[in-house]
């Protein structure tokens, strides 16, 4: 049994990681850690309050106590907005206090799209348009070549926690560009393990979401390779160990 720990901003979406456990296989489990984060609007104050050592620092004991064996602050803008060298600072605060290897869904966007060989990506984001620059900032210090991002300026992630798969479609049409290798979409607030092959066959490129790279990026650390198509053409490169 391999054990994955993600830290989880709030109640927005949570019902997703159910939804990937089922699609990943019997032997991974999928344990979250219920952060409050008070507010949760897309503002860059308030999200930077979000990922306060404070609050990731209250969850990690209940991963240990499950069995972690890695975990990830599953909160794209609460790690982004600190910037590419705040954000290391977070997880490397974030792996001493765990006591486990550590990650965020920010870094995990960017490992994802080199795992699908996507140089070049679009931005298909919930949030207000300095919210997303920052994203795009983000992602450009870490190697990736943005080459189109659009904002839905949703105030707040129990907001976005209400669209549908017709909103997220119309969301990454607007985005996405024939030169954009993958489409990211950022914000754990986001449902979106149930849409992701809908996605990509209408784009058709691979599709990046902030709750499916989350999960990826704990099973990266965990040294964990599953094929599950489902969940998209991130979960189906080589080398593969079926669940």
């Known amino acids: 049994m391999t054990a994955l720990g993600l830290l989880h901003p709030g109640h927005s979406a949570e019902d997703d990681y159910p939804r990937i456990e089922q699609l990943l296989g ?81 870094f995990a966007f960017v490992h994802a799209a080199r795992e699908v060989h996507a140089a070049r990506v679009a931005v298909a984001a919930t949030y207000p348009d300095d919210v997303t620059r920052l994203f795009v900032d983000f992602l450009t210090a870490g190697g990736l070549e943005v080459v189109s991002a659009r904002g839905a300026d949703v105030a707040t992630a129990a907001e976005v926690g209400a669209w549908t798969v017709d909103d997220i479609l119309a969301l990454a049409r607007d985005a996405d560009r024939p030169d954009a290798e993958a489409l990211l979409l950022p914000d754990t607030a986001l449902r979106t393990a149930s849409h992701i092959p809908v996605l990509e066959k209408e784009l058709g490129k691979p599709v990046l979401t902030a709750t499916q790279v989350s999960v990826w990026e704990a099973l990266r650390l965990a040294d964990r390779r599953v094929n599950a198509p489902e969940l998209g053409a991130l979960f189906t490169r080589e080398p593969i160990v079926q669940a």
């Open 26 to 106: 019997s032997d991974i489990r999928v344990d979250l850690a219920q952060i409050d984060v008070g507010e949760d609007p897309h503002r860059v104050d308030a999200l930077r309050e979000m990922g306060a050592p404070e609050r990731l620092a209250a969850g990690c004991e209940a991963l240990r106590l499950s069995g972690a064996e890695a975990v990830v602050w599953a909160c794209a803008g609460g790690s982004f907005v600190l910037g590419y060298e705040g954000a290391h600072e977070q997880i490397r605060a974030l792996a001493r206090t765990a006591g486990l290897p550590a990650s965020s869904t920010a």
